[in-house]
């Protein structure tokens, strides 16, 4: 019997990492539901197992060194490995977030999860991803992070309003991907981000054109790659970002 693929997506109580999490447990993974609010997360297993996905509650706060050394534990006691990481967890941050308004505060609390939590997270889970035989990690990031988009000609269509938390955060994500790939580089290991597009979740007061299925779509793509496929890259639904 093959053994069933060992996933943890972060955030997945609600919006996109719900539905990442449903996506991957529909192709008969085991899914870790990492959240660390216990009633929602709690409320996602069950929605999910109520499918006929093999689910699993993972208390886990990015924040939280203990919480996610924690949560590796628990993964290492009932799988003994991890083949898929999902670092979706992401706030926006407090309004306004013009640079000459910002309360640097809030820099600080959006890139403590948007960026040191997928380090404390990937760097917890990385001995269980080694024991796989094809792991992969995906960072959710934005097209608002690309640098080139941000100061392109189309900058105004292109690149969100003006931000010096949350867009910076995801540029910050994006180049933090590219030196774990190039660490990585020679082993087995995957990295890459995706960008889901504008979705409607709460992170942007449900203003967002897409659903958090299709959102879920480019996460769901690179965490299936192929041992040949990419590593250290950014992609949409259209393919490559530039950075």
């Not at 409320?43 to 706060?61: H, M, N, Q, T, W």
């Not at 600080?108 to 960026?115: F, G, I, K, L, S």
Request: proline letters at 6%.
């Amino acid at each position: 019997m093959t053994e069933r693929t060992i996933a943890l997506v972060t955030g997945a109580n609600k919006g996109i990492g719900y539905e990442i999490a449903a996506g991957l447990g529909a192709l008969g993974w085991s899914i870790g539901v990492g959240a660390r609010d216990d009633q929602r997360r709690i409320a996602a297993v069950e929605k999910l197992r109520a499918a006929g996905i093999d689910a699993f509650a993972v208390p886990l706060d990015v924040t939280d060194d203990a919480s996610a050394t924690a949560a590796a534990r628990l993964i290492d006691e009932r799988a003994g490995r991890l083949d898929v990481l999902v670092n979706n967890a992401a706030i926006a941050g407090d309004m306004p977030q013009e640079p000459t308004r910002i309360d640097p505060a809030t820099i600080h609390t959006v890139v403590d999860t948007n960026v040191i939590g997928v380090i404390r997270v990937t760097n917890a889970m990385l001995p269980l991803l080694r024991r796989s035989a094809a792991p992969r990690i995906v960072n959710m990031s934005s097209s608002v992070g690309s640098l080139t988009r941000q100061s392109g000609p189309a900058a105004e269509q292109t690149a969100g309003p003006v931000s010096a938390a949350y867009a910076p955060s995801k540029t910050f994500l994006n180049a933090v991907t590219l030196q774990y790939a190039r660490e990585l580089s020679g082993t087995n290991i995957l990295i890459n981000t995706g960008c889901p597009g504008y979705v409607a979740t709460d992170l942007n007061g449900f203003r967002g054109v897409r659903t958090p299925e299709q959102g879920a779509a480019i996460a769901i793509e690179l965490a299936t790659l192929p041992d040949d496929g990419p590593t250290g890259r950014f992609f949409d639904d259209a393919g490559v970002v530039p950075w």
